[in-house]
C-alpha cells in the first residue's frame, strides 16, 4: 500500500483516499477510474447450481436497483444486468466478519439508482428464496452477492425522474428505450427477424450484394434526398430503392439476389411511413411474378412460424386489384373484417339514389355490418352510428362531394323494418341478398360511374372507420389471426396525380408501380398502342391484415421495350429519358428476364408485433416532420456549408 493512498484494497481496483485528508483524489484520477475497470468474470443471468455448493469471487457489470435498508448498518441492493433482464440481489454489511469497517458499504449507499457500476463480491447460496421480480426484470433468487467493492462508472443524475409511471417524450428516446423493457423487446424481435430472413433467403440461393447509396436522381416516381457535392451543379441522389441496381445485377450473372436495404423517400410522414426506412429486397433472373411469389410466400411462412409460431396458408390467397377494390373498395383490403361491398343501384329507387347522393348516373354501392352480439338491440346500433358519425372520424365522411353514407339501422319493429326510403320491392331483395338481423347496419355509398383508380373508395375508407369504432365499443372483437393476400394485376399506369412527382412525362399517366414493370401478357402489349389507360401489369403487392408489406413485379428486360414505354406511353422529353440511358445499355447486353419484390422490413415487423406504428420497431425513429427529436436532425446549414456546395438560401416561405 503506498504511503499516499489508504483504503482496502480489492483485487485491481481500490478505493482512492487521501491519508491525510481522507479527501477524494482530483477529478481527473477519478474519470480516469471510470475508464480503467476490470472485466466482469460473470454475467448476470439465471444461475445453475452444483452441490456442494463451492463460494467464489466474481466481478458484475450492471445499473443499480433501489436500495432497501434493513438497518443503519445493513442493506439489500439489486444490481440489474446489462441488458436490463435480470436482477441479482447485493447484501452489505457496514463491517466485515472481522469487525473491519468497509468504505465499500458507505460508497454505496451514496450511489443513485440506475448507476452503472463495477461490483466485486462473493458468490453466496441465498437461504430466501422469495422476492419479486424487479419490474420486467427476473429476479435471480437461488444466489446473492455479498459486497466487497463498488466501482462507479458514471453518475444517474437526480434532475432524470425515473418512476414506474413515467413517460418519457421522444426527445428522450434514450430513457424510452432503457426504461420501457417492451422497447428493447420490439428491437431485439427485429433483428430476431433480419437474421431468419438472411437465413431462409440463403437457403433459397440468394446471394446478398450491397448496392450503393449516392446514387442519381432518376424519375421513378417518388420524390428524392439530394447530397450535394463540392463540384458546382451536381448532386447525388440517396436511392429510393436498389431497383435500378439490381436489375443491373440481373444483366450481370447474379441470378439471385437480395438485401436488407436502406431506402430514401421524401414524403409527408405518416403511421407506416419514415423518410428513410429499410426493405427486403430481392430480385430473380429467369423468372417471372410467379416464382417471386413463391420464395415470398416461403420466406413469410418461416418467419411467421418460427417467431410467433404461427402456421399461415398454402398458398395464400389472392385477389386482382379489381376485385379487390370491387368488394373491398381497397386495393390493401383487411380481408379478416368481413363487411363485402356490393353493387346495389340497379335495384334502387330513383329518389333515394337522388337523396344520397347529387351525382348523375352513379354507381352505389352498400355494405352491411353485423355486430358481435347475439343481442341484435337496434337501439344499440342507432346510438353507436350517431356518435360516430358525430365524431370526428366521422364527419369526414359527410363531406363527401359525391354524397355522404345513406345509413340505415334493420329494426323488425318498424314499417319495412326500417327501409322504407328502399320501397318495398327493393327492401324485399335486400333482404334475400343479405338476409340482415335486427341491429344489423345497412351503408350505401354513391361514387362517380368510372373505373377505379388509387388505393381506396370513399366506402372502403368507411368500412375501415366503422369497424375500428365498433371495436372500440366493443361491439365486434378484434380479429385475432393473421391473414395474408396477394392482390394482383394492378392498372400498368395511372393518372398522373399531382402530389406524386411521377416520371414527369406529358402523357397524363404515370406508372402505377414503377417505370420498369412489365405489361402481363402478349394482349397487354397490343393495348399499349391502343388504349395504354386498360394495360395490366404483371405486378403483384403481399397484404396482411389490410397492411401492404410490399410490391413487385416483372421487369422490362428488353432495352427498346424499355424506351417505348418511356417515350411513347409516358411521352418522357428527351433529358428525362436520357437519365436512365445506363439501364437501357445494360438492358440492351442480353439482359435475361427477371422478377423482383421488395417488402417493407419496418412494417412487416409492426404487424408481427401487433404495432399501429413502425416507428415502434425503429430504434430511432423520425417524427412525422420528418425530424429526429433526440439529435435535432435535420440540421440547418451554415454560411460556409452553403458556400462549400454551391448552395443559397431562397428568400420566402
Not at 13 to 22: A, G, L, M, T, Y
Not at 86 to 112: D, N, V
Not at 199 to 210: A, G, I, P
Request: hydrophobic share 35%; aromatic share 8%.
Amino acid at each position: 500500500m503506498s504511503e499516499k493512498t489508504s483504503g482496502e484494497l480489492f483485487g485491481n481496483f481500490k478505493i482512492f483516499q487521501s491519508k491525510e485528508h481522507h479527501q477524494p483524489f482530483s477529478k481527473a484520477t477519478i474519470l480516469f477510474s471510470s475508464l480503467a475497470f476490470p472485466a466482469a468474470t460473470h454475467e448476470i443471468k439465471p444461475f445453475s447450481i452444483t452441490l456442494p455448493f463451492k463460494q467464489e469471487k466474481v466481478v458484475l457489470h450492471g445499473y443499480l436497483g433501489s436500495r432497501t435498508d434493513l438497518s443503519k448498518n445493513f442493506f439489500f441492493i439489486p444490481l440489474l444486468s446489462r441488458s436490463l433482464d435480470y436482477s441479482i440481489q447485493i447484501i452489505s454489511s457496514a463491517r466485515s466478519s472481522g469487525e473491519k469497517i468497509k468504505p465499500a458499504h458507505e460508497k454505496l449507499k451514496t450511489l443513485e439508482e440506475h448507476t452503472p457500476v463495477v461490483v466485486r463480491g462473493l458468490l453466496k447460496l441465498r437461504e430466501a428464496k422469495d422476492g419479486k421480480d424487479l419490474g420486467k426484470a427476473k429476479k435471480i433468487s437461488n444466489v446473492e452477492i455479498e459486497l466487497g467493492d463498488v466501482q462507479s462508472l458514471n453518475e444517474f443524475p437526480k434532475d432524470i425522474i425515473a418512476a414506474s409511471e413515467t413517460v418519457f417524450p421522444p426527445e428522450q428516446r434514450h430513457l424510452q428505450l432503457k426504461f420501457d423493457k417492451k422497447a428493447r423487446d420490439f428491437l431485439a424481435f427485429r433483428a430476431e427477424a433480419a437474421s431468419l430472413c438472411k437465413d431462409s433467403l440463403r437457403s433459397m440461393e440468394f446471394l446478398e450484394v450491397e448496392t450503393p447509396l449516392l446514387f442519381k436522381s432518376t424519375p421513378e416516381g417518388a420524390r428524392e434526398f439530394l447530397v450535394p457535392t463540392r463540384r458546382k451543379g451536381y448532386a447525388y441522389a440517396l436511392p429510393q430503392s436498389p431497383q435500378q441496381f439490381k436489375q443491373i445485377l440481373m444483366a450481370s450473372g447474379i441470378s439471385r439476389y437480395y438485401q436488407l436495404a436502406k431506402c430514401f423517400r421524401d414524403e409527408d410522414g405518416r403511421a407506416d411511413r419514415q423518410p428513410e426506412f429499410t426493405q427486403v429486397d430481392l430480385e430473380m433472373s429467369f423468372a417471372t411474378g410467379e416464382d417471386v411469389m413463391s420464395c415470398i410466400e416461403a420466406l413469410i411462412r418461416t418467419l411467421w412460424n418460427d417467431m410467433l409460431n404461427i402456421e399461415l396458408p398454402s398458398p395464400f390467397p389472392r385477389l386482382t386489384y379489381l376485385e379487390a377494390m370491387s368488394k373491398y373498395g381497397s386495393d390493401k383490403p383487411d380481408i379478416r373484417l368481413g363487411m363485402p361491398i356490393s353493387r346495389i343501384d340497379y335495384l334502387l329507387p330513383a329518389d333515394l339514389i337522388n337523396m344520397i347522393t347529387p351525382l348523375t348516373n352513379p354507381i352505389v354501392e352498400v355494405l352491411v355490418f353485423r355486430q358481435s352480439s347475439q343481442e341484435h338491440d337496434a337501439d344499440q346500433t342507432l346510438k353507436f352510428i350517431s356518435n360516430f358519425m358525430e365524431s370526428s372520424d366521422g364527419t369526414v365522411f359527410q363531406t363527401n362531394p359525391e354524397g355522404g353514407p345513406g345509413i340505415f339501422v334493420y329494426n323488425s319493429r318498424k314499417p319495412l323494418q326500417g327501409l322504407q326510403s328502399f320501397g318495398f320491392e327493393a327492401a324485399e331483395e335486400v333482404e334475400r341478398l343479405f338476409e340482415p338481423e335486427d341491429g344489423d347496419l345497412i351503408v350505401l355509398q354513391a361514387r362517380k360511374n368510372s373505373p377505379f383508380t388509387g388505393g381506396s373508395t370513399s366506402l372502403g375508407n368507411f368500412r375501415l372507420a366503422l369497424h375500428k369504432a365498433a371495436v372500440s365499443q366493443g361491439l365486434v372483437e378484434a380479429p385475432p389471426t393473421f391473414e395474408p393476400l396477394w392482390v394482383t394485376d394492378f392498372p400498368l399506369f395511372s393518372p398522373t396525380n399531382a402530389s406524386e412527382p411521377g416520371q414527369g412525362g406529358s402523357a397524363g399517366l404515370a406508372s402505377t408501380h414503377h417505370p420498369f414493370t412489365s405489361p402481363k401478357s402478349a394482349a397487354d402489349v397490343d393495348l399499349l398502342f391502343t388504349d395504354p389507360s386498360q394495360v395490366i401489369g404483371e405486378h403483384y403487392d403481399l397484404v396482411i391484415n389490410g397492411v401492404e408489406l410490399g410490391g413487385g413485379s416483372r421487369r422490362i428486360h428488353n432495352s427498346e421495350m424499355q424506351r417505348f414505354i418511356m417515350e411513347d406511353i409516358l411521352k418522357m422529353g428527351p433529358e428525362r429519358v436520357s437519365e436512365f440511358e445506363h439501364l437501357l445499355e445494360v438492358l440492351r447486353a442480353g439482359c435475361p428476364p427477371h422478377a423482383g419484390i421488395a417488402l417493407g422490413f419496418d412494417r412487416l415487423v409492426a404487424v408481427m408485433l401487433g404495432r399501429a406504428s413502425v416507428r415502434d420497431v425503429i430504434a430511432f425513429p423520425k417524427s412525422g416532420k420528418g425530424e429526429d427529436p433526440l439529435v435535432k436532425s435535420p440540421g440547418l446549414m451554415n454560411s460556409e456549408a452553403l458556400e462549400t456546395y454551391h448552395l443559397q438560401v431562397k428568400d420566402g416561405d
